[in-house]
Protein backbone atom coordinates (compact mmCIF):
# COMPACT_ATOMS: atom_id res chain seq x y z
CA UNK A 1 0.00 0.00 0.00
CA UNK A 2 2.99 2.61 1.22
CA UNK A 3 4.36 1.33 -2.46
CA UNK A 4 1.36 2.74 -4.23
CA UNK A 5 0.68 5.44 -2.53
CA UNK A 6 4.52 6.61 -3.65
CA UNK A 7 3.80 5.36 -6.93
CA UNK A 8 0.53 7.85 -7.05
CA UNK A 9 2.09 11.09 -5.08
CA UNK A 10 5.28 11.07 -8.21
CA UNK A 11 2.82 10.63 -10.62
CA UNK A 12 0.50 13.07 -9.40
CA UNK A 13 3.60 15.70 -9.09
CA UNK A 14 4.92 14.55 -12.46
CA UNK A 15 1.24 15.83 -13.86
CA UNK A 16 1.29 18.71 -12.26
CA UNK A 17 4.88 19.25 -13.18
CA UNK A 18 6.52 22.44 -15.11
CA UNK A 19 7.82 20.30 -17.46
CA UNK A 20 4.46 18.64 -18.58
CA UNK A 21 2.87 21.65 -18.59
CA UNK A 22 5.25 23.06 -21.04
CA UNK A 23 5.79 19.95 -23.21
CA UNK A 24 1.47 19.58 -23.71
CA UNK A 25 1.87 23.51 -24.90
CA UNK A 26 4.76 23.24 -27.06
CA UNK A 27 3.26 19.80 -28.75
CA UNK A 28 -0.02 21.29 -28.62
CA UNK A 29 1.42 24.43 -30.49
CA UNK A 30 3.54 22.12 -32.89
CA UNK A 31 0.12 20.29 -33.40
CA UNK A 32 -1.69 23.40 -34.81
CA UNK A 33 1.05 24.44 -36.69
CA UNK A 34 1.08 20.88 -37.95
CA UNK A 35 -2.44 20.97 -39.27
CA UNK A 36 -2.14 24.40 -40.84
CA UNK A 37 0.93 23.26 -43.05
CA UNK A 38 -1.22 20.22 -43.93
CA UNK A 39 -4.34 22.15 -44.88
CA UNK A 40 -1.97 25.02 -46.67
CA UNK A 41 -0.02 21.75 -48.68
CA UNK A 42 -3.95 20.03 -49.67
CA UNK A 43 -5.18 22.89 -50.88
CA UNK A 44 -2.40 24.05 -53.07
CA UNK A 45 0.06 21.99 -53.52
CA UNK A 46 4.18 21.59 -53.69
CA UNK A 47 4.87 25.23 -55.43
CA UNK A 48 2.61 27.46 -52.73
CA UNK A 49 3.94 25.28 -49.79
CA UNK A 50 6.85 26.20 -50.85
CA UNK A 51 6.07 30.13 -50.62
CA UNK A 52 4.45 29.45 -47.58
CA UNK A 53 7.28 27.71 -45.96
CA UNK A 54 9.89 30.59 -47.16
CA UNK A 55 7.32 32.78 -45.23
CA UNK A 56 7.77 30.66 -42.08
CA UNK A 57 11.55 30.89 -41.85
CA UNK A 58 11.91 34.12 -42.75
CA UNK A 59 9.30 35.10 -39.90
CA UNK A 60 11.33 32.39 -37.51
CA UNK A 61 14.46 34.65 -38.40
CA UNK A 62 13.30 37.99 -37.54
CA UNK A 63 11.56 36.70 -34.61
CA UNK A 64 14.85 34.70 -33.35
CA UNK A 65 16.18 38.44 -33.30
CA UNK A 66 13.25 40.34 -32.12
CA UNK A 67 11.41 37.72 -29.52
CA UNK A 68 12.40 33.90 -28.85
CA UNK A 69 16.64 35.18 -28.62
CA UNK A 70 15.68 37.60 -25.61
CA UNK A 71 13.65 35.52 -24.10
CA UNK A 72 16.60 33.72 -22.61
CA UNK A 73 18.17 36.86 -20.93
CA UNK A 74 14.36 37.99 -19.36
CA UNK A 75 13.94 35.10 -17.65
CA UNK A 76 17.35 34.90 -16.50
CA UNK A 77 17.39 38.45 -14.74
CA UNK A 78 13.88 38.49 -13.90
CA UNK A 79 13.63 35.48 -12.53
CA UNK A 80 16.58 36.11 -10.11
CA UNK A 81 15.23 39.49 -8.93
CA UNK A 82 12.10 38.47 -8.25
CA UNK A 83 13.54 35.81 -5.64
CA UNK A 84 16.46 38.03 -4.37
CA UNK A 85 15.75 41.72 -5.14
CA UNK A 86 11.85 42.06 -6.27
CA UNK A 87 12.05 45.97 -5.72
CA UNK A 88 14.20 45.96 -8.98
CA UNK A 89 12.49 43.40 -10.73
CA UNK A 90 9.94 46.49 -12.74
CA UNK A 91 13.82 47.31 -14.37
CA UNK A 92 13.73 44.06 -15.88
CA UNK A 93 10.38 44.10 -17.56
CA UNK A 94 10.52 47.97 -18.97
CA UNK A 95 14.06 47.76 -19.86
CA UNK A 96 13.19 44.25 -21.55
CA UNK A 97 10.25 45.19 -23.66
CA UNK A 98 12.25 48.78 -24.70
CA UNK A 99 14.99 46.79 -25.82
CA UNK A 100 12.27 44.40 -27.92
CA UNK A 101 10.69 47.65 -29.40
CA UNK A 102 14.06 49.38 -30.66
CA UNK A 103 15.56 46.43 -32.15
CA UNK A 104 12.42 45.90 -34.17
CA UNK A 105 12.41 49.90 -35.07
CA UNK A 106 16.03 49.34 -36.39
CA UNK A 107 14.78 46.10 -38.37
CA UNK A 108 11.97 48.04 -40.08
CA UNK A 109 14.73 50.56 -41.02
CA UNK A 110 16.69 48.17 -42.17
CA UNK A 111 13.75 46.98 -44.43
CA UNK A 112 14.09 48.22 -47.57
CA UNK A 113 17.77 47.32 -47.83
CA UNK A 114 16.66 43.73 -47.27
CA UNK A 115 14.64 44.31 -49.90
CA UNK A 116 16.91 45.68 -52.39
CA UNK A 117 19.03 42.93 -52.05
CA UNK A 118 16.54 39.58 -51.98
CA UNK A 119 15.25 41.51 -54.95
CA UNK A 120 18.17 40.21 -56.61
CA UNK A 121 18.17 36.78 -55.35
CA UNK A 122 14.57 36.21 -56.35
CA UNK A 123 11.12 37.48 -58.09
CA UNK A 124 10.03 40.99 -56.74
CA UNK A 125 6.74 39.63 -56.39
CA UNK A 126 7.81 36.81 -54.31
CA UNK A 127 9.84 39.21 -52.10
CA UNK A 128 6.98 41.09 -51.18
CA UNK A 129 4.57 38.16 -50.42
CA UNK A 130 7.22 36.72 -48.33
CA UNK A 131 9.74 39.30 -46.84
CA UNK A 132 7.58 42.08 -45.76
CA UNK A 133 4.72 40.02 -43.88
CA UNK A 134 7.64 37.34 -42.71
CA UNK A 135 9.42 40.50 -41.11
CA UNK A 136 5.75 42.25 -39.78
CA UNK A 137 4.37 39.36 -38.24
CA UNK A 138 7.92 37.91 -36.77
CA UNK A 139 8.40 41.33 -35.04
CA UNK A 140 5.26 41.49 -33.31
CA UNK A 141 5.73 37.73 -32.50
CA UNK A 142 7.95 38.68 -30.15
CA UNK A 143 5.88 40.56 -28.32
CA UNK A 144 4.00 37.42 -27.54
CA UNK A 145 6.67 35.65 -26.62
CA UNK A 146 7.48 38.35 -24.27
CA UNK A 147 4.46 38.07 -22.15
CA UNK A 148 5.45 33.93 -22.35
CA UNK A 149 8.38 34.56 -21.07
CA UNK A 150 7.44 36.85 -18.26
CA UNK A 151 5.04 34.03 -17.36
CA UNK A 152 7.95 31.45 -16.94
CA UNK A 153 9.50 33.51 -14.97
CA UNK A 154 6.71 34.13 -12.09
CA UNK A 155 6.27 30.27 -12.44
CA UNK A 156 2.42 30.57 -14.04
CA UNK A 157 3.58 27.84 -16.10
CA UNK A 158 -0.06 26.75 -17.52
CA UNK A 159 -0.83 30.71 -18.65
CA UNK A 160 2.91 29.83 -20.53
CA UNK A 161 1.71 26.56 -21.69
CA UNK A 162 -1.97 28.18 -23.15
CA UNK A 163 -0.35 31.35 -24.69
CA UNK A 164 1.42 30.30 -27.58
CA UNK A 165 -0.52 26.99 -28.78
CA UNK A 166 -3.43 29.83 -28.24
CA UNK A 167 -2.11 32.04 -31.32
CA UNK A 168 -1.37 28.72 -33.54
CA UNK A 169 -5.23 27.79 -33.04
CA UNK A 170 -6.01 31.10 -34.05
CA UNK A 171 -3.72 31.11 -37.12
CA UNK A 172 -4.93 27.51 -37.81
CA UNK A 173 -8.58 29.14 -37.49
CA UNK A 174 -8.05 32.29 -39.57
CA UNK A 175 -5.54 30.84 -42.67
CA UNK A 176 -6.35 27.14 -42.74
CA UNK A 177 -10.27 28.36 -43.19
CA UNK A 178 -9.69 30.99 -45.88
CA UNK A 179 -7.42 28.39 -47.68
CA UNK A 180 -10.21 26.29 -47.53
CA UNK A 181 -13.04 28.56 -48.37
CA UNK A 182 -10.89 29.12 -51.30
CA UNK A 183 -10.77 32.63 -53.77
CA UNK A 184 -7.47 33.96 -51.70
CA UNK A 185 -4.00 33.66 -53.30
CA UNK A 186 -1.35 32.36 -51.14
CA UNK A 187 0.04 36.14 -50.92
CA UNK A 188 -3.36 37.47 -49.61
CA UNK A 189 -3.36 34.48 -47.10
CA UNK A 190 0.35 35.28 -46.08
CA UNK A 191 -1.03 39.05 -45.41
CA UNK A 192 -3.87 38.10 -44.04
CA UNK A 193 -1.92 35.71 -41.01
CA UNK A 194 0.87 38.50 -40.41
CA UNK A 195 -2.70 40.94 -39.57
CA UNK A 196 -3.91 37.92 -37.00
CA UNK A 197 -0.43 37.76 -35.20
CA UNK A 198 -0.43 41.72 -34.79
CA UNK A 199 -4.16 41.34 -33.17
CA UNK A 200 -3.04 38.93 -30.78
CA UNK A 201 0.46 40.77 -29.90
CA UNK A 202 -1.80 43.54 -28.86
CA UNK A 203 -4.03 41.18 -26.22
CA UNK A 204 -1.10 39.12 -25.44
CA UNK A 205 0.69 42.61 -23.58
CA UNK A 206 -3.08 43.29 -22.22
CA UNK A 207 -3.23 39.94 -20.06
CA UNK A 208 -0.18 41.43 -18.20
CA UNK A 209 -1.30 44.90 -17.82
CA UNK A 210 -1.12 44.73 -14.23
CA UNK A 211 2.51 43.48 -14.20
CA UNK A 212 3.74 45.87 -16.80
CA UNK A 213 2.51 48.65 -14.69
CA UNK A 214 5.45 48.60 -12.56
CA UNK A 215 7.72 48.39 -15.60
CA UNK A 216 10.59 51.13 -15.39
CA UNK A 217 13.23 51.49 -18.28
CA UNK A 218 16.90 51.51 -16.64
CA UNK A 219 19.72 52.11 -19.64
CA UNK A 220 21.98 50.00 -16.99
CA UNK A 221 19.38 46.84 -17.03
CA UNK A 222 19.09 47.81 -21.19
CA UNK A 223 23.13 47.55 -21.29
CA UNK A 224 23.44 44.42 -19.70
CA UNK A 225 19.88 42.65 -21.11
CA UNK A 226 21.11 43.77 -24.66
CA UNK A 227 24.97 41.92 -23.87
CA UNK A 228 22.91 38.75 -22.79
CA UNK A 229 20.65 38.76 -26.02
CA UNK A 230 23.51 39.50 -28.08
CA UNK A 231 24.80 36.17 -27.23
CA UNK A 232 21.78 35.01 -27.18
CA UNK A 233 21.08 36.07 -30.70
CA UNK A 234 24.55 34.70 -31.60
CA UNK A 235 23.63 31.38 -30.35
CA UNK A 236 20.20 30.70 -31.88
CA UNK A 237 20.22 32.84 -34.96
CA UNK A 238 22.86 30.41 -36.54
CA UNK A 239 20.18 27.55 -35.46
CA UNK A 240 17.30 28.68 -36.61
CA UNK A 241 18.90 29.97 -40.10
CA UNK A 242 20.59 26.67 -40.96
CA UNK A 243 17.57 25.15 -40.03
CA UNK A 244 15.13 27.06 -42.47
CA UNK A 245 17.40 28.51 -45.07
CA UNK A 246 17.63 25.35 -46.94
CA UNK A 247 14.00 26.60 -48.55
CA UNK A 248 14.86 30.05 -49.92
CA UNK A 249 17.98 28.19 -50.96
CA UNK A 250 15.83 25.59 -53.04
CA UNK A 251 13.31 28.45 -53.90
CA UNK A 252 16.43 29.92 -55.68
CA UNK A 253 18.10 27.12 -57.24
CA UNK A 254 15.42 24.29 -58.04
CA UNK A 255 11.91 25.95 -57.58
CA UNK A 256 8.79 26.41 -55.28
CA UNK A 257 7.93 22.79 -55.53
CA UNK A 258 11.67 21.48 -54.39
CA UNK A 259 11.27 24.24 -51.57
CA UNK A 260 7.69 22.55 -51.00
CA UNK A 261 9.12 19.05 -50.32
CA UNK A 262 11.94 20.33 -48.05
CA UNK A 263 9.44 22.45 -46.09
CA UNK A 264 7.37 19.38 -45.74
CA UNK A 265 9.41 17.56 -44.14
CA UNK A 266 10.99 19.52 -41.84
CA UNK A 267 7.05 20.61 -40.64
CA UNK A 268 7.17 17.01 -39.55
CA UNK A 269 10.30 17.09 -37.65
CA UNK A 270 9.48 20.67 -35.90
CA UNK A 271 6.60 18.02 -33.82
CA UNK A 272 10.24 17.02 -32.33
CA UNK A 273 12.08 20.31 -32.40
CA UNK A 274 8.91 21.94 -30.03
CA UNK A 275 9.67 19.06 -27.55
CA UNK A 276 13.20 19.75 -27.28
CA UNK A 277 12.28 23.76 -26.58
CA UNK A 278 9.95 22.82 -24.14
CA UNK A 279 12.01 20.63 -21.83
CA UNK A 280 15.07 23.60 -22.54
CA UNK A 281 12.83 26.41 -21.49
CA UNK A 282 12.34 24.05 -17.87
CA UNK A 283 16.13 23.54 -17.25
CA UNK A 284 16.83 26.72 -18.41
CA UNK A 285 14.99 28.04 -15.16
CA UNK A 286 16.32 25.72 -12.74
CA UNK A 287 20.21 26.44 -14.13
CA UNK A 288 19.53 30.17 -13.76
CA UNK A 289 18.97 29.71 -9.75
CA UNK A 290 22.18 27.95 -9.33
CA UNK A 291 24.86 28.90 -7.13
CA UNK A 292 27.30 26.04 -6.48
CA UNK A 293 29.60 23.79 -8.43
CA UNK A 294 28.13 21.06 -6.82
CA UNK A 295 24.45 21.94 -7.67
CA UNK A 296 25.85 22.84 -11.11
CA UNK A 297 27.48 19.29 -11.76
CA UNK A 298 24.35 17.70 -10.04
CA UNK A 299 22.23 19.96 -12.92
CA UNK A 300 24.60 18.14 -15.91
CA UNK A 301 23.96 14.75 -14.74
CA UNK A 302 20.19 15.28 -14.44
CA UNK A 303 20.10 16.97 -17.50
CA UNK A 304 21.99 14.49 -19.21
CA UNK A 305 19.78 11.43 -18.05
CA UNK A 306 17.06 13.43 -19.17
CA UNK A 307 17.75 14.29 -22.68
CA UNK A 308 19.09 10.50 -23.30
CA UNK A 309 15.64 9.50 -22.15
CA UNK A 310 13.94 12.11 -24.40
CA UNK A 311 15.42 10.53 -27.42
CA UNK A 312 15.08 7.32 -26.45
CA UNK A 313 11.37 8.17 -26.57
CA UNK A 314 11.16 10.04 -29.69
CA UNK A 315 13.55 7.98 -31.33
CA UNK A 316 10.69 5.24 -32.90
CA UNK A 317 9.16 8.37 -34.08
CA UNK A 318 12.46 9.06 -36.14
CA UNK A 319 12.27 5.63 -38.11
CA UNK A 320 8.65 5.97 -38.64
CA UNK A 321 7.03 9.39 -38.62
CA UNK A 322 7.98 9.98 -42.33
CA UNK A 323 5.49 7.71 -43.72
CA UNK A 324 3.13 10.62 -42.18
CA UNK A 325 3.65 12.47 -44.39
CA UNK A 326 2.04 11.36 -47.67
CA UNK A 327 -1.05 10.53 -45.02
CA UNK A 328 -1.20 13.94 -43.96
CA UNK A 329 -0.38 16.07 -47.19
CA UNK A 330 -0.82 14.25 -49.81
CA UNK A 331 1.03 11.67 -52.31
CA UNK A 332 2.45 14.76 -54.21
CA UNK A 333 4.85 15.40 -50.96
CA UNK A 334 5.91 11.36 -51.05
CA UNK A 335 9.32 12.33 -51.87
CA UNK A 336 9.31 14.00 -48.99
CA UNK A 337 9.61 10.76 -46.79
CA UNK A 338 12.97 9.74 -47.46
CA UNK A 339 14.68 13.31 -46.47
CA UNK A 340 12.68 12.86 -42.79
CA UNK A 341 15.00 10.13 -41.31
CA UNK A 342 18.08 12.52 -41.97
CA UNK A 343 16.70 15.39 -40.61
CA UNK A 344 15.72 13.38 -37.35
CA UNK A 345 19.07 12.14 -36.48
CA UNK A 346 20.48 15.97 -36.62
CA UNK A 347 17.12 16.58 -34.53
CA UNK A 348 18.31 13.56 -32.46
CA UNK A 349 21.97 14.86 -32.24
CA UNK A 350 20.47 18.64 -30.92
CA UNK A 351 18.01 17.11 -28.31
CA UNK A 352 20.84 15.33 -26.64
CA UNK A 353 23.73 17.76 -26.31
CA UNK A 354 21.70 21.60 -25.91
CA UNK A 355 20.37 20.44 -22.33
CA UNK A 356 23.65 19.60 -21.10
CA UNK A 357 25.46 22.62 -22.69
CA UNK A 358 22.28 25.20 -20.51
CA UNK A 359 25.26 24.96 -17.50
CA UNK A 360 27.37 27.65 -19.45
CA UNK A 361 23.79 30.08 -18.62
CA UNK A 362 25.21 29.08 -14.82
CA UNK A 363 28.56 29.92 -15.48
CA UNK A 364 27.56 33.23 -17.14
CA UNK A 365 29.25 32.14 -20.21
CA UNK A 366 26.33 32.66 -22.84
CA UNK A 367 29.32 32.85 -25.32
CA UNK A 368 30.37 29.12 -25.74
CA UNK A 369 26.75 28.53 -26.68
CA UNK A 370 27.32 30.82 -29.24
CA UNK A 371 30.15 29.37 -30.41
CA UNK A 372 28.75 26.17 -30.71
CA UNK A 373 26.09 27.60 -32.76
CA UNK A 374 28.42 29.23 -35.25
CA UNK A 375 30.28 26.48 -35.87
CA UNK A 376 27.45 24.82 -36.42
CA UNK A 377 26.40 27.61 -39.29
CA UNK A 378 29.99 27.89 -40.94
CA UNK A 379 29.58 24.32 -41.39
CA UNK A 380 26.04 24.29 -43.34
CA UNK A 381 27.00 27.16 -45.41
CA UNK A 382 30.46 24.89 -46.72
CA UNK A 383 28.00 21.73 -46.88
CA UNK A 384 25.13 24.01 -48.55
CA UNK A 385 27.12 26.17 -51.22
CA UNK A 386 28.51 22.34 -52.77
CA UNK A 387 25.44 19.99 -52.02
CA UNK A 388 21.97 22.48 -52.55
CA UNK A 389 22.97 23.14 -56.59
CA UNK A 390 23.49 19.88 -57.57
CA UNK A 391 21.14 17.45 -54.86
CA UNK A 392 18.38 19.70 -54.69
CA UNK A 393 16.70 18.63 -51.63
CA UNK A 394 18.91 16.15 -50.33
CA UNK A 395 21.50 18.50 -50.36
CA UNK A 396 19.11 20.34 -47.93
CA UNK A 397 19.00 17.85 -46.26
CA UNK A 398 22.77 16.62 -46.04
CA UNK A 399 23.37 20.12 -45.13
CA UNK A 400 21.57 20.41 -42.09
CA UNK A 401 22.57 17.21 -40.93
CA UNK A 402 26.34 18.03 -41.01
CA UNK A 403 25.56 21.44 -39.40
CA UNK A 404 23.55 19.74 -36.04
CA UNK A 405 26.99 16.87 -35.95
CA UNK A 406 29.62 19.55 -36.11
CA UNK A 407 27.56 21.81 -33.40
CA UNK A 408 26.55 18.77 -31.07
CA UNK A 409 30.49 17.62 -31.49
CA UNK A 410 31.12 21.24 -30.73
CA UNK A 411 28.99 21.43 -27.84
CA UNK A 412 29.81 18.30 -26.07
CA UNK A 413 33.94 19.21 -25.96
CA UNK A 414 33.30 22.65 -24.53
CA UNK A 415 31.13 21.18 -21.64
CA UNK A 416 33.68 18.41 -21.28
CA UNK A 417 36.57 21.74 -20.12
CA UNK A 418 33.91 23.60 -18.57
CA UNK A 419 35.02 25.73 -15.54
CA UNK A 420 32.69 24.69 -12.85
CA UNK A 421 34.51 26.24 -10.47
CA UNK A 422 33.55 29.92 -11.26
CA UNK A 423 29.49 29.38 -10.70
CA UNK A 424 28.34 31.98 -8.41
CA UNK A 425 31.37 34.15 -8.94
CA UNK A 426 29.62 37.17 -9.99
CA UNK A 427 25.91 38.33 -9.42
CA UNK A 428 23.71 37.73 -11.97
CA UNK A 429 25.04 40.66 -14.01
CA UNK A 430 28.15 39.70 -15.22
CA UNK A 431 30.64 38.41 -16.95
CA UNK A 432 29.11 37.69 -19.98
CA UNK A 433 33.16 36.16 -21.49
Given at each position: ???????????????????????????ARAGFAFLLGVIIARQFGPA???????????????????????????????????????????????????????????????????????????????????????????????????????????????????????????????????????????????????????????????????????????????????????????????????????SPLLLHFHGPAAAGVFGVAI??????????????????????????????????????????????????????????????????????????????????????????????????????LSVGAGVGFAAWVLAAVFLV?????????????????????????????????????????????
Amino acid sequence: MARLKTIFRRARAFAMSPALLLYIGSMARAGFAFLLGVIIARQFGPAEFGLFHAYTVLMALTLCVVGEAMDHGLIRHYTYRLHHASARAGDVLGSALALRVGVACIVAIITPGILAALTSFMPETEVRQLVLPGLFAGALAGLVTFVAAVYIAQERFFARAALLPALAALRLCIMGGGAIVGGMAIGNLIWLDAAVIAIFAVFSLLLIRQTLAVARVSMAMITLLGRFSGWSIATTLPYVAYMGLGSPLLLHFHGPAAAGVFGVAISVAVLIEHATAAFISVLQREVSAIRKEEELRGFLRTATRRALLLVLLVSPFALFGGWLIPLAFGPKFADAVALFPLIMVGALLHMASMPRALIFLALDRPGRLSVGAGVGFAAWVLAAVFLVPSLGAFGAVYALLIARATQAVALTAMVSIAPFHEVGRTEVTGDLV
